[in-house]
C-alpha cells in the first residue's frame, strides 16, 4: 500500500509538471490565443489546453479586464472536464460595461487626448481529479488610444445661412477626431464658445452645444453658432477665430474637459 501510494503521488507530481508547463504555454504572451475588441464585447478565442497527465482535468477560465485600473468586465468560462491526453478549445465572449468610466471624470479627462492602459488579467484554474490544484494568472497590458484623438475645428463658412429672425447668422463648427480607444459606447455633452473674432476683442459672441457621440475610428460633428449679424455680416469675416469648448458627462453635469480651438477663416 506504501509502495502504491508513492506511485500515484510520483505520477502526479510528473504530471503536474508537465500540465503547469502546459498550461503557461496556453496563456503566455506567445500563445496562439488572440483577443479582439468589438465595442461592447472582448472575444477570447484560439486558446487550446491540453491535459498531458494521467488523471483527468477539470479546468476553469477566469478574468478581468480594466483601463487604467478601472474595471470594464469580467469573466468565467465555467468548468471544463479534459480526459488524459485531450485538449479544450476554450472562447470566451466578455460583455464590457464603461459605466465606471464614464462616471470617472478624472480618468475621462486624462484619457481624451492620451493613450490609456488597457489590462487584461487571465486565470486558469486547473485541478487533477482528485489530487492537485494549479492556478496560473497572467496579466497583458496593452495600449489604448485617446477617444478624441487629433480633434480639430473648423467654421463652415460655405453652409452660413441667416437666421428665421433675420437679426442672426447661423455657423457651423465642425469637430473632427479619430476615436481608438475602447470606449465606443455612450455620449457626452459638448458646448463650444466662440470667443475672439477678427478685429474685435475678446468676449462670448455666441456658442453651440448638443450631444457627442463616442463611436469608433473616425468622427465629425456639427454644431451651430447662432451669432449676432451686426457683428458677422451675411458671412464670418477672414481672420482668426477662437473656440472655447467644454465636455461634461451629461447635460447638466460639471465638465470635465476643456480646451480651445484656434481657427482660420
Not at 465629425?220 to 472655447?244: A, E, H, M, V
Amino acid at each position: 500500500m506504501i509502495v502504491a501510494t508513492v506511485a500515484i503521488a510520483a505520477t502526479a507530481a510528473y504530471s503536474g509538471y508537465e500540465e503547469y508547463g502546459a498550461l503557461t504555454s496556453s496563456i503566455g504572451t506567445t500563445g496562439e490565443a488572440t483577443a479582439s475588441l468589438n465595442g461592447s464585447t472582448l472575444q477570447i478565442s484560439g486558446l487550446d489546453v491540453p491535459n498531458r497527465m494521467t488523471f483527468p482535468l477539470t479546468l476553469e477560465l477566469l478574468g478581468v479586464l480594466s483601463i487604467d485600473n478601472v474595471s470594464i468586465g469580467a469573466f468565467d468560462s465555467g468548468a471544463y472536464m479534459i480526459l488524459p491526453n485531450q485538449s479544450k478549445s476554450i472562447n470566451v465572449s466578455i460583455p464590457l460595461n464603461y459605466d465606471d468610466l464614464l462616471n470617472n471624470s478624472q480618468l475621462l479627462n486624462q484619457t481624451a487626448f492620451n493613450s490609456s492602459e488597457l489590462g487584461v488579467t487571465t486565470t486558469i484554474s486547473a485541478h487533477m481529479v482528485p489530487l492537485l490544484g494549479i492556478n496560473i494568472t497572467r496579466l497583458v497590458n496593452m495600449t489604448a488610444g485617446p477617444y478624441l484623438g487629433d480633434l480639430s475645428a473648423s467654421l463652415n463658412e460655405s453652409a452660413a445661412t441667416i437666421g428665421s429672425d433675420g437679426e442672426s447668422l447661423n455657423l457651423p463648427v465642425v469637430l473632427s477626431w479619430q476615436n481608438t480607444s475602447p470606449l465606443t459606447q455612450g455620449s457626452f455633452w459638448i458646448q463650444a464658445n466662440l470667443t475672439q473674432i477678427p478685429g474685435r476683442p475678446p468676449s462670448n459672441y455666441g456658442f453651440a452645444s448638443g450631444p457627442l457621440n463616442l463611436t469608433s475610428g473616425y468622427n465629425s460633428q456639427s454644431l451651430d453658432f447662432n451669432l449676432p449679424l451686426n457683428d458677422f455680416g451675411k458671412s464670418p469675416p477672414p481672420g482668426t477665430y477662437s473656440i472655447q469648448i467644454v465636455i461634461s458627462q451629461s447635460k447638466y453635469s460639471q465638465p470635465f474637459l476643456h480646451f480651445v480651438k484656434t481657427v482660420n477663416v
